[in-house]
């Protein structure tokens, strides 16, 4: 089997922004009053940002309707922004510039809102870097539903077979092997998640290359 693709999740993924975005969250919480447990927090890894936002107006037993509480969110993480440029995962620039050399497509496939991602990729200067970008946004479902890499093997051009999914969380993990694809999942060492169902266990995204 050839290798056409490397479809990329970005958070945990290209960076380490898991922990980031949970403070976030714990941090919004606690203006309003409601500690988070840490249970609670990671069943959130991996998921749409919509269904994150629904989950935490139910956790905090407000009455708000979900535009309500991603104002609020929104302005919060305007005045504690996460620098994505700091928490760059090691190998990654190094990794996509040798995937290039060698002609592979990447994509960056992620349950991320649009401008999250555009910011990671200014920050960490990755523009242009790679073939297309994805939002979890731009999908009626989220993973575990495959729908987001399919299209994205479809616009690269490539079969699913043909593809290899760089995953973190349970969902997406899901979603890769959902797809037909090879998943290789990039180790994580905070909270425990289940990646048993990938292929491949990884510690450093540069151990890509050894299975290509």
């Not at 996460?82 to 190094?94: F, Q, R, T």
Request: net charge negative.
């Amino acid at each position: 089997m050839m290798i056409k693709a490397v479809l990329f999740d970005m958070d945990g993924v290209l960076v380490d922004s898991e922990s980031k975005n949970i403070e976030q969250l714990v941090d919004f919480m606690k203006e309003y009053g409601v500690t988070a447990t840490d249970q609670f927090m990671h069943s959130l890894i991996g998921t749409s940002y919509e269904y994150t936002n629904l989950q935490c107006i139910q956790y905090m037993k407000v009455n708000w309707s979900l535009s309500q509480f991603n104002e609020r969110f929104e302005k919060y993480c305007k005045a504690h922004p996460i620098y994505y440029g700091d928490i760059l995962n090691p190998s990654v620039k190094e990794t996509l510039s040798w995937l290039k050399s060698k002609g592979y497509h990447t994509a960056i496939a992620s349950s991320s809102l649009r401008k999250q991602i555009k910011t990671m990729l200014n920050e960490c200067k990755l523009n242009n870097t790679f073939d297309i970008v994805l939002s979890g946004e731009m999908f009626n479902e989220s993973k575990p539903n495959p729908e987001i890499y399919l299209t994205a093997a479809s616009k690269l051009g490539v079969k699913p077979y043909e593809c290899i999914v760089v995953e973190d969380s349970f969902y997406g993990i899901l979603a890769g092997k959902n797809a037909g694809m090879k998943v290789i999942a990039y180790k994580d060492s905070q909270y425990q998640i289940d990646q048993s169902q990938a292929d491949i266990i990884i510690h450093n995204i540069g151990e890509i290359k050894k299975y290509i």
